[in-house]
């Protein structure tokens, strides 16, 4: 790079960070995440080869199996930086899972499960772990990413589902937001996720929920306001008419010109305030969408009622930043590679590589602005091309590479400076 502007910012950032940790662990906490910002591997050997590591091994193990410190401390102290160097009003959440596939059966909550992207290469069921995600999506100027904020381990024991899972990892970062005045959060999920059990507990908590449902979902109209003398004896109607198919073919047919999915596409759509059935009578706004090259239409429902349409349909799409992201994190960072063997153990690790992904992400966000052009690694070939959390990664190996860990440690003040 051309200056160390960007690197004084990524300073600032973990000493930002190991603030929430005690001030035992913040040393060998500190090296051993710039060891899995360098690495890019899953691998805790790996990640100390990266940093040359200077204590005994046993010291980095110790910190991760039995170091008295809250990975979930680690991610709520992100939530603020992103806070404080990405002010807004408006937050999105993102809610999904995927599966890490393991060969051994010894490794902690693996089971059978079903693989949905039905590719030829892979088997129907994988035998692997399956992790339950929470994704901030965060635009910055014209660049959208998805940040992974907090991954939980899904397990097969007890009452708890996926969808008790994603509330108590919302509930982990929510009151963060409230703090906020006037702050807006919603949480963009898919199918799988827009039920009951897991939308309603959102709405207590003043969260909105922008997600897709099924087709055949049970939707009304709102019940038309009767006089008080033609009014009936009881309680009052919650639904009017109901929405069938013949109705929706009554609805105005709008088209507009969006920028989704990474381009911009001809968007044709429906959309009607109604009612939610198995929202228990919720009013929400239903949109009935479709995409060039699409013969069925999408249905996507909003709690948020001040939303208009089109905005609906383009923040649905923003959900589908947290695919590349699960990509860069199992494979470019190494989460498949990730194998240990307590709970506890997986969980801090793992923490540890989102979060040294979400740092390099955030770095890439201000090295694409165009007053910090000048910091970014000059690759001639690729001058136009978007930048990455991967080439930033690659600058901070040629920065690593000339210092070691003790040069930028201060062991008086417990901080790294350049």
């Not at 970014?376 to 136009?384: A, E, F, G, H, S």
Request: glycine share 4%; hydrophobic share 45%.
């Amino acid at each position: 790079m051309h200056n160390y502007r960007l690197f004084l910012i990524i300073v600032l950032w973990i000493n930002f960070i190991v603030t929430a940790l005690p001030k035992r662990v913040i040393r060998t906490y500190t090296e051993l995440l710039i060891g899995a910002i360098v690495s890019g591997s899953g691998h805790i050997t790996q990640a100390l080869l990266a940093v040359g590591h200077q204590r005994h091994y046993t010291t980095y193990y110790w910190l991760l199996e039995n170091g008295r410190w809250s990975w979930l401390s680690i991610m709520r102290q992100l939530v603020t930086l992103i806070m404080r160097f990405f002010p807004r009003k408006q937050w999105h959440l993102i809610i999904d899972d995927f599966i890490c596939p393991r060969v051994s059966h010894k490794a902690p909550h693996v089971k059978y499960h079903c693989e949905h992207s039905q590719k030829p290469n892979r088997p129907r069921y994988l035998w692997g772990q399956q992790w339950v995600a929470l994704g901030l999506s965060l635009r910055w100027g014209k660049v959208i990413a998805a940040l992974p904020l907090l991954l939980k381990l899904h397990k097969y024991v007890g009452n708890g589902t996926k969808l008790s899972t994603a509330v108590s990892l919302i509930s982990q970062v929510a009151p963060l937001f409230r703090r906020q005045k006037e702050a807006i959060v919603r949480c963009l999920v898919d199918a799988w996720y827009m039920k009951a059990p897991f939308v309603l507990p959102l709405l207590q908590q003043g969260i909105h929920v922008i997600g897709q449902v099924r087709k055949d979902t049970v939707l009304f109209l709102q019940p038309s306001e009767a006089s008080d003398k033609s009014r009936r004896r009881g309680r009052p109607r919650k639904y009017g008419v109901r929405l069938t198919e013949k109705a929706l073919d009554r609805l105005a047919l709008h088209h507009a010109e969006l920028h989704v999915y990474g381009s911009l596409k001809h968007v044709t759509y429906r959309w009607s305030r109604c009612v939610a059935r198995f929202l228990k009578g919720q009013l929400v706004i239903a949109v009935w969408c479709r995409l060039p090259g699409q013969s069925n239409w999408t249905l996507i429902i909003s709690t948020d009622v001040s939303l208009t349409p089109e905005r609906i349909i383009k923040l649905f799409a923003r959900r589908w930043k947290i695919e590349p992201m699960f990509n860069e994190i199992k494979h470019q960072y190494g989460i498949t590679q990730a194998w240990e063997q307590k709970n506890q153990t997986l969980h801090r690790w793992v923490s540890m590589i989102c979060l040294a992904y979400s740092l390099t992400r955030l770095l890439a966000l201000l090295a694409a602005a165009k007053s910090n052009q000048h910091a970014v690694p000059l690759i001639q070939w690729r001058k136009k091309q978007p930048i990455t959390a991967g080439m930033m990664r690659l600058g901070l190996q040629l920065f690593f590479r000339q210092f070691t860990f003790l040069q930028l440690w201060d062991k008086k003040s417990k901080k790294l400076k350049l």
